[in-house]
């Protein structure tokens, strides 16, 4: 997380509210740092993220110190689904990448090669007790972003920031691209506030031969972050007001 000139606690006097962060789609890297990583390093969040295999769910628990917990659930709607897993673990969906847009650009085909296939049951947000009361959702779910969101409306409610990857263009068959999850968002109460960088891919035949991975002006995906409805400020309680803030 990019750190910013202050600290928004340093100007209280009194504790501010612990934020409840719910991470869906993490999948633990070493060396990467999470968006709320600032606030984890600095004991100011719990983290609630989930890991379906119940084996590496229950090794993750037992090596965090208790702020982080896992849950072998599988985020979505509801409903039952084909997982598939792709050569790049972090790049696998509910969706089946789109090879004929993704052949067209370099360095990124071969990241979505589908290695298996899993079928897996859903769960929604709104079931799970233990996510009563989120301040913070992140979704990275590869295209499912809108299903989340979709069996989260009563979880959203008390949500202050939501920060989701969202595609410009199909990179699996039949997602939801931004405009779609934008959408979404609007109707549970939020407003985009800003997008976090942007990625992309030069088009084959190779345009940047010497950086593979380089973007020219094609923008395939991004992250982008949202609140609660800044129009309405007047509506929401002093807490969430700080929270929000703080985030």
Same mark, same amino acid.
């Given at each position: ?109 071969? &990241? ?7 079928? @897996?049951?859903?769960?929604?947000? %709104? #079931? /799970?007790?233990? +996510? $009563? ?5 992140? &979704? ?7 299903? @989340?969101?979709?069996?989260?409306? %009563? #979880? /959203?409610?008390? +949500? $202050? ?20 999850? %934008? ?65």
């Amino acid at each position: 997380m990019a750190e910013h000139p202050f600290s928004f606690a340093e100007l209280f006097d009194a504790p501010l509210p612990r934020l409840k962060v719910v991470d869906v789609g993490l999948l633990p890297v070493e060396g990467h740092e999470e968006i709320y990583q600032g606030l984890f390093d600095r004991d100011l969040c719990d983290v609630i993220a989930f890991e379906p295999d119940a084996q590496l769910c229950a090794k993750l628990n037992a090596e965090s110190d208790g702020r982080r917990i896992f849950l072998p659930e599988f985020v979505g709607d509801g409903e039952a689904g084909t997982l598939r897993v792709c050569k790049a673990l972090m790049t696998s969906s509910l969706y089946e990448p789109n090879s004929a847009l993704l052949d067209l650009f370099q360095n990124i085909s071969a &990241l979505l090669e589908v290695v298996s296939r899993e079928t @897996v049951q859903t769960v929604r947000l %709104d #079931t /799970l007790a233990s +996510v $009563s009361g989120t301040d913070f959702l992140k &979704l990275d779910v590869q295209g499912a972003e809108r299903a @989340v969101i979709e069996g989260a409306t %009563d #979880t /959203l409610k008390g +949500v $202050s920031v939501v920060h989701t990857e969202v595609e410009f263009v199909p990179l699996y068959e039949g997602q939801p691209l931004f405009a779609e999850v %934008d959408q979404a968002l609007r109707h549970n109460g939020f407003l985009f506030h800003k997008f976090i960088g942007f990625a992309g891919r030069a088009f084959k035949p190779a345009m940047v031969p010497e950086q593979p991975s380089a973007m020219l002006s094609q923008m395939l995906w991004s992250e982008a972050v949202y609140v609660k409805d800044f129009t309405l400020l007047s509506r929401l309680p002093s807490d969430q007001l700080l929270k929000m803030a703080r985030n």
